[in-house]
Nanobody, 124 residues
Framework: QVQLVESAGGLVQAGGSLRLSCAASGRTFSTYAMGWFRQAPGKEREFVAAISRGGVSTSYADSVKGRFTISRDYAGNTAYLQMNNLKPEDTAVYYC?????????????????WGQGTQVTVSS
């Protein structure tokens, strides 16, 4: 069992940066691949980024590639999403998620545990 708690998002101007964190409970953080998804009003939840259990492999949606970076800190049982050069279309509720293996990382139905979500708003 893993519990995920995301940090507060926020309001940022276009071109700005924001870092989200996702704190995981328990001692099994290293056994889970971690992912970030987002959902804008009226849209389906979409994949943003994922990182493997060992932190060696990462995957990004084309829309965020080169702007967002996913990372993880094993000492603090925390996953991060660094978001740079934010655009208004990045506005959404962001969710972190955990799954046991690093495959089909862009499929939200494959994830076992979810955080509560945090709002990110990018103004133009």
């Amino acid at each position: 069992q893993v519990q995920l708690v995301e940090s507060a998002g926020g309001l940022v101007q276009a071109g700005g940066s924001l870092r989200l964190s996702c704190a995981a409970s328990g001692r099994t953080f290293s056994t889970y691949a971690m992912g970030w998804f987002r959902q804008a009003p009226g849209k389906e939840r979409e994949f943003v980024a994922a990182i493997s259990r060992g932190g060696v492999s990462t995957s990004y949606a084309d829309s965020v590639k080169g702007r967002f970076t996913i990372s993880r800190d094993y000492a603090g049982n925390t996953a991060y999403l660094q978001m740079n050069n934010l655009k208004p279309e990045d506005t959404a509720v962001y969710y972190c998620a955990a799954k046991s293996a690093y495959y089909s990382v862009n499929a939200y139905e494959q994830y076992d545990y979810w955080g509560q979500g945090t709002q990110v708003t990018v103004s133009s």
